[in-house]
Nanobody, 123 residues
Framework: QVQLVESGGGMVQAGGSLRLSCAAS????????MGWFRQAPAKEREFVAG????????NYADSVKGRFTISRDNAKNTVHLQMNSLKPEDTAVYFC????????????????WGQGTQVTVSS
């Protein structure tokens, strides 16, 4: 069982930045692909970014390319999502997820999920 805890959410004005973090409770963190997803009110959850387990592949939703960056620190069992140039449409609850030996792609089945952190971008 892997527990994931997100942090770093908050309120920011359009054009601002936030950095989300996700801490994982596993001794084999490096074997997990990590992904970020988000869900806005009355909308389905959508893929935001993913980082393969071996560090060789990054994936981003078209809507965040060039603005968001996913990174991981295997020594600290942590994955981050740096969000720049935020827009009101980025407002959502952001979740991190883990996929054992995964590719970090949107179509993978992620086995473990965090509780989410709220990001609100005002215009």
């Amino acid at each position: 069982q892997v527990q994931l805890v997100e942090s770093g959410g908050g309120m920011v004005q359009a054009g601002g930045s936030l950095r989300l973090s996700c801490a994982a409770s596993t001794r084999i963190f490096s074997r997990y692909a990590m992904g970020w997803f988000r869900q806005a009110p009355a909308k389905e959850r959508e893929f935001v970014a993913g980082y393969s387990w071996n560090g060789g592949d990054f994936n981003y939703a078209d809507s965040v390319k060039g603005r968001f960056t996913i990174s991981r620190d295997n020594a600290k069992n942590t994955v981050h999502l740096q969000m720049n140039s935020l827009k009101p449409e980025d407002t959502a609850v952001y979740f991190c997820a883990a996929d054992l030996y995964g590719s970090g792609r949107r179509d993978r089945t992620y086995e473990y999920w965090g509780q989410g952190t709220q990001v609100t971008v005002s215009s």
